[in-house]
C-alpha cells in the first residue's frame, strides 16, 4: 500500500487545467460512485475549489 497521494483519482480534463473529482459525501480515499466514468466524455456541474472539482450533476456525452 502506498501513500494518499499515490491512489487513483478520477481526473477531469478541461478548461486549461486538470481537477480531481469528489463526490460529496463520499470517502475520497474508497472508490466511487462515478469510476465507471474513468475514460468516457462528460457534461459535469459542480464547484471547483483548488485542484478539486465536486461534482454535483452529471451525463455521459453520446457516442462515447
Known amino acids: 500500500m502506498g501513500s494518499k497521494s499515490e491512489r487513483d483519482a478520477l481526473v477531469l480534463h478541461g478548461g486549461g487545467h486538470d481537477d480531481v473529482v469528489r463526490v ?26 483548488q485542484q478539486y472539482f465536486s461534482v454535483t450533476r452529471w451525463s455521459v456525452v453520446s457516442g462515447t
Not at 29 to 39: K, Q, R, T, Y
Open 24 to 49: 460529496p459525501g463520499e470517502n475520497p480515499f474508497e472508490p466511487g460512485s462515478m469510476n465507471h466514468l474513468a475514460g468516457r466524455t462528460v457534461d459535469a456541474e459542480g464547484e471547483i475549489d
